[in-house]
């Protein structure tokens, strides 16, 4: 079939299988594919409301044992500039959202081995305690598999001591590309195999969480195993229908040991509308404006976005490969409004909450990001020292105080 011909099934609703998926995003014009990942966006969501949230990214630890060769973020244990934050700085990092009308917290580290089982099960119960309506969207896939490793538990057991410890749903990162030639050219082939990945998620769903799922391209993958990583994801859904939505972003390739450049901005339209047309059974897809600026993040509403994601209050991991876009709610909802859809604030299952908060009452203008740990601060988590050492460097930490 070539490519207006399957346009013409997409049209009529027709579901895109792998070749024809292939053939599209190939050969078909850009603006053939943003029309029809529009007309999806448009018979998904005909009321052309476009949602955000308001939550901050917390990054709980850089130390990482996994090393993968596309991440700009990780330190090695040992290094002088790891860090673990305390359970004090992200209440204080809570207070601060919820100061500027959020209610959640997107929490993802390093695979630090000091942190065991029961410290992700004292935090969480502390922030339960303290804010007891406050949600954690947090650890994704690579990170629980992390943990039931360390922890010599099954990844069920871990995700059911999280749950009762106060996890509330799973972000989807650390899929990379779901297709392991991929993944060990990247080295996070064992962190996670891509099976192992949909597993975390498979028994996420089981217990009941909605989950996130996502795709970083534009590293050494070929533009079939992009579509494999989709159609992996849409045969997930089908089973479980368990994801809330789908967000893409392009490879960042400052400060990383794997380098090369970064793919296009046509290039992430192209991909975002080919996501949007093969997904057809994710409700929400999400404009990557933190990789792409504000102004792609727009016309990705033209192109099968139907969300703009969070308003960025902390970013640690994108920036420490080179991008910085911060865009606060006002900004968010300048962009929204200027292209012709109205603005909605939701959670993390996609309900609507209402209209923009700064529209009611004055917030706080976030005009630059915050990041984890100030330059230079190397104070020590205190909760670290309750837990038993396992790296060589955490243990002379504590002879030497540190
Ligand atoms: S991407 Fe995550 S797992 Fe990989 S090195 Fe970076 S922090 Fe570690």
């Given at each position: 079939m070539n490519f207006e011909a399957i346009a013409a099934k997409v049209q009529n609703g027709g579901r895109l299988n792998q070749p024809e998926a292939v053939e599209l995003y190939q050969h078909a014009p850009t603006s053939l594919l943003g029309r029809l990942a529009d007309s999806v966006r448009a018979r998904k969501h005909p009321d052309r409301v476009v949602t955000y949230i308001i939550d901050r990214n917390v990054n709980?630890?850089?130390?990482?044992?996994?090393?993968?060769?596309?991440?700009?973020f990780y330190r090695p244990v040992g290094s002088a500039e790891g860090y673990v934050l305390g359970f004090e700085e992200i209440f204080r990092k809570i207070d601060e959202t919820i100061a500027l009308g959020g209610g959640q917290l997107l929490l993802q580290g390093g695979h630090n081995p000091d942190l065991p089982l029961e410290w992700y099960e004292d935090l969480f119960r502390a922030v339960k305690q303290k804010y007891p309506q406050f949600k954690l969207h947090a650890l994704s896939p690579p990170e629980i598999i992390h943990i039931s490793r360390m922890s010599r538990l099954p990844v069920e057991q871990v995700l059911s001591r999280l749950i009762t410890a106060g996890l509330d749903s799973v972000p989807g990162g650390g899929a990379e590309i779901l297709v392991d030639r991929v993944r060990k050219l990247l080295n996070c082939y064992n962190k996670a195999t891509a099976d192992e990945w949909l597993d975390v998620m498979r028994h996420a769903h089981r217990a009941g969480l909605r989950t996130t799922a996502t795709m970083m391209y534009g590293t050494v993958e070929t533009l079939e195993e992009r579509l494999e990583h989709l159609f992996r994801l849409r045969e997930l859904q089908d089973e479980m229908e368990g994801f809330t939505a789908f967000i893409t972003w392009s490879y960042q390739p400052s400060h990383t040991e794997l380098g090369g450049s970064e793919a296009t901005g046509i290039d992430y339209l192209r991909t975002l509308a080919i996501a949007r047309l093969v997904l057809d059974n994710f409700d929400n897809l999400q404009a990557?404006?933190?990789?792409?600026g504000g102004k792609v993040g727009q016309l990705s509403l033209a192109f099968g976005a139907n969300d703009m994601g969070s308003v960025m209050i902390e970013e640690n991991v994108v920036r420490a490969a080179g991008a910085a876009y911060c865009m606060d709610e006002i900004e968010i909802v300048r962009n929204i409004e200027n292209a012709g859809f109205s603005a909605k604030r939701r959670n993390m299952h996609y309900e609507l909450l209402g209209d923009p908060i700064f529209r009611d009452r004055a917030v706080p203008r976030m005009l630059e990001l915050a990041v984890a740990r100030a330059d230079g601060d190397s104070s020590r988590s205190p909760e670290i020292s309750r837990y038993a050492a396992r790296s060589a460097a955490e243990k002379k930490a504590r002879l030497t105080g540190h």
């Open positions: 709980y630890t850089n130390i990482c044992v996994a090393r993968c060769t596309f991440c700009a990557s404006w933190v990789t792409q």
